[in-house]
């Protein structure tokens, strides 16, 4: 499956952003779909995660709350909803898929578990 990640920006601290990951090819349906972030000299941070099926979500501590992971099977499309934005969420973002799993936490988190990754899109939050 071929992921193409949008709507990174420069937003203000408080502010809201929404990034969208369109997918192609074989059936999205059947992928687990996670969100990372990586920060430059940093290894990627897990974000989100929403299984195949789309009941099972998954957030870093440091997003609950603020951040909900969305998917929508029929237009193959997934979506990461960002708010409150704060400046240490500066990173540029990336979505993921993997083959369907039983959910756990760990498979989900885990960036070395998914084999499918998106250009990444850059998200720039100011103080």
């Not at 809201?16 to 349906?29: D, K, M, N, V, Y």
């Not at 609950?64 to 960002?82: C, I, K, P, T, Y």
């Amino acid at each position: 499956v071929q992921l193409v990640e949008s709507g990174g920006g420069l937003v203000q601290a408080g502010g809201s952003l929404r990034l969208s990951c369109a997918a192609s090819g074989r059936a999205f349906s059947s992928y687990d779909m996670g969100w990372f972030r990586q920060a430059p000299g940093k290894e990627p941070e897990f974000v989100g995660a929403m299984g195949w099926r789309g009941g099972t979500t998954y957030y870093a501590d440091s997003v609950e709350g603020r951040f909900s992971v969305s998917r929508d099977n029929a237009n193959n499309m997934g979506h990461l909803q960002m708010n409150s934005l704060k400046p240490e969420d500066t990173a540029v973002y990336y979505c993921a898929a993997k083959w369907g799993a039983s959910p756990s936490y760990y498979t989900y988190s885990n960036h070395r578990a998914y084999d499918n990754w998106g250009q990444g899109t850059q998200v720039t939050v100011s103080s």
